[in-house]
């Protein structure tokens, strides 16, 4: 979900956009098409460990943490994350997190910024939603596993991702980032073929969703890879449920829609470093900044630097309210190996694997 850091102090961290450029790369390598893919069989011996079907009337707060904030996301959003009832809420068996198009004001920094005061404020155009289990739900390793129904429209950006619980590489995106599934703008004219002698009314609706690794060193020395995916038959995953999920052991993540596996990563692709003290630069151990705790992270963003510079650009304000729905989320821990996640693997051979830089 972030794009870029600048560096300051320990604990504080401040985003930056992608540039243009970046942005047109990022829809690089050409998509998976699911449709090329064979339904894989989750392996049996993935242990359900914590989880939440959103079955009680409120939030559980002892899973989750609703962020309160108006900083933009560091890529430009234009919503405030709000505790608010209208944002931030349960109904019939799904969290809601919910976008409003409607001037909110609230605080100016995020959470972990030394400043954050909430007599500190800022107003942006929109108001939505994002919980975090930080604290209350880590881990290292496992399937995580989230079923949910995504918004469509031109400047919507849903998001199920995770962060380091502890950052012991360093500052973003030093310790890495793992995006288990991003959209923009479905349901949009899409561009990613998009040839303007065409009439519009030919050009294929957007459809892809995107899993994606941020690590590195630091911003500006931070990299991300990653692949889009289609899914079957350019269903757009705004109109139903669709389950999304990782299978994250030692040295490899793997990315699935639908029990479609699109995408794996290895640690001979990824890296973490930092300079040491003479300045010169130190790689850490080779699995690294994949091998320690992470924790969830569901938001529904409005607008920011990559939505509103591709497909038909800007945001559309019509037909709000936006809602990202979310069924369940189930975390399992592979039975056979606790410490390296290891032997529940299930692979489609035909996914698109990312091996070296």
Known sequence: MKIAIRILPIGVCLFAPLSFADLADANKPSPVNASNLTSITVHPNWQLVWKDEFSDPTLDTSKWSVEHSCWGGGNEEKQCYTPNKNNVFIQSGNLVL???????????????????????????????????????????????????????????????????????????????????????????????????????????????????????????????????????????????????????????????????????????????????ANGEWITAESDAPFNERFYLILNLAIGGVWPENTNEKGINTSNYPKQLLIDYVRVYECSDTLNTGKGCAAIDPKARILLTQ
Do not use: C
């Open 98 to 276: 919910q976008a409003l198009y409607g001037s909110s004001t609230g605080p100016a920094l995020y959470p972990t910024h030394p400043d954050y005061l909430l007599s500190h404020t800022k107003t942006l155009p929109f108001s939505s939603g994002k919980v975090l289990s930080k604290g209350k739900g880590d881990w290292r390793y496992g399937r995580m596993e989230i079923r949910a129904k995504l918004p469509q429209g031109q400047g919507t950006w849903p998001a199920i991702w995770m962060l380091p619980t502890d950052h012991i590489y360093g500052t973003w995106a030093a310790s890495g980032e793992i995006d288990i599934m991003e959209a923009v703008n479905l349901g949009t004219i899409s561009d990613a073929l998009f040839d303007p002698a065409v009439p519009q009314s030919l050009h294929t609706l957007e459809t892809r969703v995107h899993g994606t690794l941020h690590y590195g060193a630091t911003w500006p020395d931070n990299i991300y890879t990653g692949s889009g995916v289609i899914l079957p038959n350019k269903i757009n995953p705004a109109d139903n449920f669709h389950t999304y999920a990782i299978e994250w052991e030692q040295g490899e993540i793997r990315w699935y829609v639908d029990n479609y596996h699109f995408l794996t990563q290895r640690s001979s692709h990824w890296y973490s470093r930092s300079k040491n």
